[in-house]
């Protein structure tokens, strides 16, 4: 059984291992005669990448992306597009006690439970290296969509939030926090710095906004455009929780709070809020569409934890090797991916029913 594969009509799977010769992404529905090159892909994994600051693991990958199928002369054909990134600075070695015993907080023993085996390099799949290859269908997700903006940004680290008043669109690309709050980016550099001294790791949050997204996208029931965001979300490494909207702040609403209230415009219906996220009723609205995901700590941290061994004996283990010290930072690319993503189906699904 396949679960490697997310989407209905513009469909990718992953592959690949952290420690593996490649990883990559195979693309199946994307429409053809778009335009479409390797340099137009590559900015997209060049914000995700890992080693560009200390802020981040230090683990040194290009992950340049290659279109090994579903191009000709700069356009996609409408068949399967295969990318490939090649993996160049795996350091299996530091994994050597992990094969071991289990890291506490990650998937370690639940994959061993699940398949009785598992690649201790670096957590096989369940490593954060798989989400380069959603960046890289994300990049392609984009091309379907050029009427979307799509801008994600950290908005809480370690319980230390953004001010709004403060929020700037041009700060995101200015540090290496992609925050939008230049106070909040400057206290963050000493958060970070002092839980990586410390050998111990740091939660975020990621806020992702998509503007231009038109009024109708998604469906009743069981193909919900917030369901499937909630979903795609879920699935990146680390993601422990998604709010649309409002969220759980929703719960603490009064009825007349939580409306959105519509009016006529110069332009067709205008909303005086939006609470719901720019979804209601598993529909676009027409609205910006708002997610907030909540990223656990790393759980690979060198502070020595109480474990057990695959031979079920106590033990302590603190992990060797590089990692990231807030896996939220990274976390904003594959944000912006997942959204490109669920969207582009969304989108394709929409225009099946409703052309």
Same mark, same amino acid.
């Given at each position: 059984m396949s679960m490697n594969s997310f989407g209905r009509i513009f469909r990718f799977t992953t592959w690949g291992e952290s420690h593996g010769p490649a990883i990559g992404a195979v693309v199946d529905g994307c429409p053809p005669g778009l335009a479409i090159s390797e340099e137009a892909l590559q900015p997209f994994l060049d914000a995700r990448k890992p080693g560009q600051n200390k802020f981040t693991t230090q683990r040194r990958e !290009?992950? $340049?992306?290659?279109?090994? *199928?579903?191009?000709?002369?700069?356009? %996609?054909?409408?068949?399967p597009i295969s990318l490939m990134i090649e993996n160049t600075d795996q350091r299996s070695k530091d994994y050597s006690e992990v094969a071991k015993a289990y890291r506490p907080g990650h998937a370690d023993y639940a994959?061993?439970?699940?398949?009785? #085996? @598992? +690649?201790? @390099?670096?957590?096989?799949? *369940?490593?954060? @290296?798989? &989400?380069?290859?959603r960046v890289a269908a994300g990049a392609v997700a984009r091309l379907v969509i050029p009427e979307v903006t799509i801008m994600a940004y950290?908005?809480? /680290?370690?319980?230390?939030? /953004?001010?709004? =008043?403060? #929020? +700037?669109?041009?700060?995101?690309?200015n540090n290496p926090f992609f925050c939008p709050d230049a106070a909040a980016a400057r206290r963050w550099e000493a958060l970070v710095d002092n839980a990586r001294k410390d050998g111990s790791s740091l939660g975020a949050v990621v806020e992702c906004v998509a503007t231009g997204v038109p009024a109708g996208w998604g469906a009743p029931l069981y193909a919900k455009l917030d369901a499937d965001l909630a979903a795609g979300m879920m699935g990146i490494n680390a993601v422990k929780g998604v709010e649309i909207g409002e969220g759980f702040n929703a719960a603490r609403l009064r009825g007349e709070e939580?409306?959105?209230?519509? @009016?006529?415009?110069?332009?067709? &219906?205008? #909303? $005086? =809020?939006?609470?719901a996220g720019g979804i209601a009723g598993g529909i676009s609205t027409g609205q910006p569409v708002v997610v907030r995901i909540a990223f656990k700590p790393t759980s690979s941290i060198l502070i020595?934890?109480?474990? /057990?061994?695959? *031979?079920?004996? !106590? %033990?302590? $283990?603190?992990?060797?090797?590089?990692h990231d010290p807030c896996v939220g930072i990274r976390g904003v690319p594959v944000v912006e991916a997942m959204m490109a993503l669920v969207l582009a189906d969304h989108k394709m699904l929409h225009r099946a029913q409703c052309s």
């Open positions: !290009a992950d $340049l992306v290659k279109i090994l *199928s579903g191009v000709f002369e700069g356009k %996609t054909t409408g068949t994959y061993d439970a699940k398949y009785g #085996f @598992r +690649d201790y @390099r670096g957590g096989g799949r *369940s490593s954060a @290296r798989e &989400t380069a290859s950290v908005s809480e /680290i370690g319980g230390d939030a /953004i001010d709004p =008043a403060n #929020f +700037d669109a041009g700060e995101i690309a939580n409306a959105d209230p519509m @009016r006529p415009g110069a332009d067709g &219906t205008e #909303f $005086l =809020a939006n609470h020595p934890q109480p474990t /057990i061994t695959r *031979s079920g004996e !106590a %033990t302590e $283990l603190a992990t060797k090797g590089r």
